[in-house]
């Protein structure tokens, strides 16, 4: 390989450039490349893990620049963490994707495009109360008839694909995204087995809110008091997944001071990409005298909806969602699957169902091509993997599909559309909140969308 020019091609930095010791483990036997998505698709050596630890080893040695043919294919990553899970070598890609992507943000200058689709991004889908002001004018855009106009001339996807597949992802507005209708404290029903903390999310609390009332109905039926703070915000996980430092530690210091004086036992999380965000806490403010403890012992108390509630129990009684054996096919997200090592208990709660019968997919473990944002950077590779994703699905021929996070949600229900298959996508938490309620399923599996329009039960405060 040919040496570059340090002083002329940007490179990595002295400040945590991927372990070599890390990237040593890798023996290039290629156990990854089946599962990982991006390799699937793009179907390049590079564009798949042991070719971006080929590349990063590179640049470590000032064999390879970090130039934008390089950051390409670590920007093509969607991070699912399946090749954590396939290595029998025990490589720890995780933590050399995310040093790189910390890398690639400080040394790498990005095009103009690249920088302002980024800035929008990263200025506004972290922050509930900036997306909430730009709902109300694009729910007037979709109710307006402009939404189908804009669509059918295809003229966005010309000026920028990045913004096209932004304004594609967009699912119906409903009323209840403008408000925060769930108190801060919700009592346990009967006795009080457990108080947890709980996390609202910032796009799932916008685009699907039911699935937070279902999740405190479901808590608070099985004996648990819930508290949820007003002045939390995001968990950092959009900006985690990119690369974006500062921003990631400042949301995350935010968060546990939010639950500082909750005196909660558990803090519970119903999307996977968050949970799985939360649980790194230590080790992304590791460097912090002031909150090393602090998000160590913060960490510590993070547990996935269902991941507790396997643990500690169903209480409630459970009734069927149907008067027909139900069948369900459970959508793995990779931060729950690959990052949690959750899998077991999903299925575990939604067997206690009365009826209910679970499929399993072909390629279960691929991702759908949500990955956070990377579904709006890399449009055409998370196309296809979308189209993939609900085709396996479909296939099982299940009547609904479960799946625990909100990007998942987004991009399989578009995928859906797309492929005019009406087959509706509930969140575990829903389907476990309509079977201790005895709401029967039957009109809501007739039709292809959940009815959003409805008024949805609200918690009530003590």
Do not use: W
């Not at 000032?62 to 025990?90: E, N, R």
């Not at 944002?373 to 993939?388: C, H, K």
Request: charge should be neutral; include cysteine.
């Amino acid at each position: 390989m040919l040496q570059h020019d340090s002083a002329t091609q940007p490179s990595f930095d002295a400040k945590h450039p991927p372990d070599p010791k890390l990237i040593d483990a890798c023996v290039h036997c290629g156990f990854c490349l089946s599962t990982c998505p991006s390799y699937r698709v793009i179907g390049k050596e590079t564009d798949s893990p042991r070719g971006r630890i080929y590349l990063m080893d590179g640049v470590n040695e000032g064999q390879i620049p970090l130039s934008p043919a390089t950051v390409q294919h670590f920007d093509s990553c969607l991070g699912c963490l399946a090749c954590v899970t396939t290595c029998p070598s025990g490589v720890q890609y995780d933590k050399l994707i995310e040093a790189t992507r910390h890398q690639v943000e400080r040394n790498h200058p990005r095009s103009l495009p690249e920088k302002l689709i980024r800035q929008l991004i990263f200025t506004l889908f972290p922050y509930p109360r900036r997306l909430r002001a730009l709902l109300r004018p694009m729910g007037l855009y979709q109710k307006s008839g402009l939404q189908k106009l804009v669509r059918s001339l295809g003229f966005l996807k010309q000026i920028s694909p990045q913004l096209a597949a932004m304004e594609a992802m967009l699912p119906p507005i409903s009323a209840q995204a403008f408000q925060d209708t769930i108190p801060e404290l919700i009592p346990a029903q009967g006795e009080r087995r457990y108080r947890v903390g709980m996390l609202l999310g910032c796009v799932q609390r916008l685009f699907n809110p039911e699935v937070n009332d279902a999740t405190v109905r479901v808590l608070t039926a099985n004996g648990c008091e819930v508290v949820v703070p007003r002045s939390q915000g995001c968990c950092a996980a959009l900006t985690h997944h990119q690369g974006q430092e500062e921003q990631t530690k400042t949301l995350a210091r935010q968060l546990i001071d939010s639950f500082a004086d909750t005196d909660v036992d558990f803090v519970l999380i119903n999307a996977s990409g968050c949970g799985h965000t939360l649980k790194e806490y230590g080790n992304i403010l590791a460097d912090d005298p002031h909150y090393k403890e602090k998000a160590n012992d913060f960490a510590a108390k993070v547990r996935d909806v269902q991941e507790f509630l396997a643990e500690v129990g169903l209480t409630a009684r459970l009734s069927p969602l149907q008067d027909a054996p139900l069948t369900l096919v459970y959508q793995d997200a990779c931060h729950m699957l690959h990052g949690q090592k959750i899998s077991v208990q999903p299925r575990k709660l939604l067997r206690q169902i009365p009826g209910v019968m679970l499929r399993e997919p072909v390629d279960a473990a691929l991702c759908c091509g949500s990955a956070g944002v990377y579904n709006i950077l890399q449009p055409d590779v998370a196309e296809e993997l979308g189209r993939q994703k609900v085709q396996n699905l479909t296939n099982t021929g299940a009547s609904a599909i479960a799946s625990a996070n909100i990007g998942c949600f987004v991009q399989i229900s578009r995928h859906l559309k797309l492929q005019g298959k009406e087959v509706p996508i509930l969140h575990p938490m829903q389907l476990l909140d309509y079977s201790i309620r005895g709401i029967n399923l039957s009109t809501i599996l007739e039709t292809s969308l959940f009815d959003r329009t409805s008024t949805r039960p609200t918690p009530t405060s003590s």
